[in-house]
């Protein structure tokens, strides 16, 4: 029994055509079904864009404090419908056993209300990073970049012999633009820096992801 063109497309979205039936139904349906065939292209094209994409660095960070903030919902939830005050009339001898009753949730069920520190609690704050540049000549060198306002005089790097600069940082995860200084005048990438980016001025920034 031949396929309906809705079970072939079908088929076709769920990804169980061979790659000749795949070529073959496309060709098809562009031929036969004009309309069909601009649909099904419409549909693909935001699950490749999706696939060809790849997230930043707090992608699933972010994620995760998402799945966490859901977790923890319904124990709100569960926690107003167990403390929270009702409004209605109540004999003494109810009102003692339903306070007695909702102690013994309470303190029997307490571990569920605790918070639990979500990934994002227990991400770093500060970041310690080190800067090494080589130049034995220099009679100074100082770093500037997205971390301190690009201002060459605030974050110098100290000598620490044969021609060797360094500069210890302690900054919040990110990602940042940066070059050296050196004696006050010439702005350089760094040349250890795994990625160079356009400053926009005809120079190179270097990159620090954190």
Do not use: C
Request: glycine content about 6%; overall charge negative.
């Amino acid at each position: 029994m031949s396929e309906s063109l809705s079970q072939r497309m079908e088929r076709y979205l769920e990804g169980t055509m061979s790659p000749e039936e795949r070529a073959g139904f496309l060709r098809e349906l562009e031929a036969d079904h004009p309309s069909s065939y601009r649909a099904l292209l419409a549909l693909e094209k935001p699950r490749r864009v999706a696939d060809d994409l790849e997230p930043d660095p707090w992608f699933t960070a972010r994620v995760l404090k998402r799945l966490d903030e859901h977790r923890r919902r319904p124990l709100a939830r569960l926690r107003q419908a167990l403390f929270a005050p009702l409004n209605v009339r109540v004999r003494p001898a109810s009102l003692v056993l339903g306070t007695g009753i909702s102690l013994m949730l309470f303190f029997g069920w307490a571990p569920l209300f605790e918070p639990v520190p979500s990934i994002i609690e227990t991400l770093p704050r500060e970041v310690s990073v080190e800067l090494r540049f080589d130049l034995p000549h220099a009679g100074s060198v100082s770093v500037v970049g997205d971390f301190n306002g690009w201002i060459p005089d605030r974050t110098p790097l100290v000598p620490v012999g044969d021609g060797e600069w360094i500069a210890r940082l302690k900054l919040p995860p990110g990602v940042y633009q940066y070059q050296f200084v050196v004696d006050g005048n010439d702005w350089v990438p760094d040349p250890r820096a795994a990625t160079q980016v356009d400053d926009g001025f005809g120079n190179r920034n270097s990159v620090l992801a954190l």
